[in-house]
């Protein structure tokens, strides 16, 4: 193909692009522009497919190949500005080095560590990039979005600023990887470009939901200590390649509601207090109630900043949170690591006015409190010297509708108005993997046109970064719809999980198979219907799991399963990170049996699982209903298969005309479903809302 005959996917590789590698900066970008090179070659071919289409379609032809070449120009532009000058390319270098660093210590995290693990100290002492080979590569749509956004974050006169830069693509595509090597870019060029007036805020991100934001803010932890070392090692060594980083640090923050996180330094100080006076008996209960830190292992070399109680009932670990003179600060209790003093990572909201971080990591809501909070003027440079936010990036655009996008887009106008008021506008990018009327929303929300990426061809199947995959080279999801006649729903339910949990556990398969199959997500429209599905769990589903051992003979045995575990509102963030961190692991192995060790066998989720949430370990859902929006129906259902072959099961109820209806159209609908995503309404000057928030916008 066009693809592999003029691409060199060495490119691709982000130890090659950063200054680890040896290679002169001609033969990189030599290799960048064969990725360009590739996309003009495809982008001619479509223009030659286009000329035999029927006269109806020409007009849509050419606009989306206008489109495809307007990306790129501006792929183009990027390449050109990495080529002229040397502060792009050295922070263009350096985004590479810290997205390496990143990937190598995400690795880290997959296994229980505590303070004093030996093996651990001698892993971080041994450990040098530049031995690492070329294992961690960008996926051709993060590079060439990068490349793209150059311009518009280099020139606050670009044209290119003035637009929303959409990444459009399919869940577990790699959205996060893009944005965030655009992050660890910005913040570098940044510093490098203004080392006096560089500090404080420089990029706001933004999420809707606490449980995204807790498992999408320790991935962009590790990107923020990757760039603190980075600053660190060109302030105090020569080992590497020195560049100007300044002396303060690079931080993020956690800004979101004071349900979840300590809003001042005694709320943290009281919590604290119950921590560090757990007992053996009481740390679960503790932990529950006043672990509001969030972090609960350091997102650089993984030790736990928590204490845990040992199989034997003793308590081992040790708290990483800390206070110094009144202030609230996190480190890592391994000795060695290169963060044992101090974490470049806050949460308490006092902390984080007096000191702002680099990246400000926050829902959606807490940007409410502008007209109450004189002091969140800090993250704007408000009476400061400091430029202001340079790149705004929301997560999960097609969540930001309905009323909370309407209230949004009100506070959009503060905060862009914040956010220019030193003469330079924000870039803003947002992604999501399903929305409609994107122009629209973008409108409203921002005033501002919209740019998807990668813009769409001539074919669905093939965008040039993205192409339909043949299932027998990569399965993807099977979806299969149950409807049951004459029996009811909790009794459907009981059976249905039964079912699956005690099929899986007699499958005669090696552990590391059967576990991509063990922990169950069943999944459901509200918490009234998860409520009661929970004490079916306890009773009705074991009592079933009996009767399928006994019906297919016990010789495998009869699937314990304990209590289900819960991904849902009503759970503390702390449990809920627990919960998280227990989905990713496998335990269930013969090495761990002496620990009694278990992974989650059921796990109850609502829409809260159904963004941001990507365990490799989860490939089988049972979907309890039809959900309401087939964005959440897509997104939900998404959770699976990511990496292995998955399987999500629809239990439509009979006496509903509309799951039945779904249930008559299963296969049409499965073939499409994503022309069927509904669009995004978002209406900030309607009247009500006027009459609601306008005086928030004009006090803020």
Known sequence: SIRDKLFNKKCLSMKFLSYLDNTDKETKLRMIASLIESYSAWISKLEKQAMELEPDFQETADRHINECKETLKRMKDGLDLLRENSIVYNAFALANRAMFMQRIHSETQSKDKYPG?????????????????????????????????????????????????????????GKTEAYLGLTAFTIFFRRLSFPKTASGTAVIMRYTLRLLAAQQFVRASTLICACEVIRKDCEMTKKYPVYPLGKDRITIGLWIGGQHTPNRNSEAKANWNKLVQATVTDLRDIKDKHNKFQILKCPWCGTKLIKDVSPDKRLIGQWGYLFRNGHFYMACPQEGCQFEDSLPIQVVDEELYEDPPTLLFGTVDKFAMLPWKQEAGSFFAVNSKNRAPELIIQDELHLISGPLGTIAGLYEVAIDSLCSRKGIKPKIVASTATIRRAKEQCAALYNRMVRQFPPAGLDAEDSFFAREADLNEKPGRMYMGIMPSGKTKAMMEARVIAAILQRVYMMDLPYNIKDKFWTLVVYFNSLRDLGKCSTIVDDDVKDFIRRIAFRFGTKKGIRQIGAANELTSRVTTSHLNETLEKLERLEYSKENQENKRYPINVLLATNMISVGVDVARLNIMLIVGQPKLTSEYIQASSRIGRSFPGIALTLYDGAKSRDRSHYEQFKAYHESFYKYVEPTVVTPFAKPARDRALHAVIVS
Not at 123 to 147: C, D, H, T
Not at 154 to 172: A, C, Q, Y
């Open 117 to 173: 693990d030996e093996t651990l100290q001698n892993e971080m002492v041994s450990l040098n990039y530049y031995n690492i080979g070329e294992k961690y590569f960008w996926r051709p749509f993060q590079l060439a979005f990068i490349i793209m956004s150059i311009k518009s974050i280099v020139d606050p006169e670009s044209n290119d600023r003035d637009l929303v830069d959409l990444i459009w693509f399919p869940t577990g595509g």
